[in-house]
């Protein structure tokens, strides 16, 4: 069972963190489906700092068209320390916009 992810910034910039000008608060919701109870938990993020985490897949993968997981969590940082999500879970949404069946590139944007 993958863990479902979804990030959720105030904020309209696509290159986040870097276009950040003052402290974000960052809700991250993780639950097992779409249906079942999640938890959620808020973070804030300072300018420059990221959520700290790698990805890897996407539509046109080396490893195919698959899901974007996530591949590492970095140490001391955001979501490291929130401890919920591991690597291996699948990331969902970013803003309230799913991220099935896009390119990688466009999700580290």
């Known amino acids: 069972m993958n863990l479902i992810i979804r990030i959720h910034y105030l904020g309209s910039c696509l290159s986040f963190p870097n276009c ?10 993780a639950g097992s489906s779409s249906t079942t109870a999640a938890t959620r938990t808020n973070h804030q993020i300072s300018p420059g700092q ?16 698959v899901p974007i997981y996530v591949k ?4 001391e940082s955001v979501l490291q320390k929130d401890s919920k ?3 291996g879970h699948e990331l969902v949404a970013v803003n309230d916009l799913m ?11």
């Open 72 to 75: 590492r969590i970095l140490p």
């Open 20 to 29: 950040l000008t003052a402290p974000t608060t960052v809700t991250i919701t």
């Open 99 to 109: 991220i099935h069946n896009v390119y990688y590139m466009y999700v580290l944007t």
């Open 85 to 87: 999500i591991k690597t």
């Open 50 to 65: 990221g959520l700290g985490l790698s990805i890897v897949g996407g539509r046109g993968s080396p490893t195919g068209d």
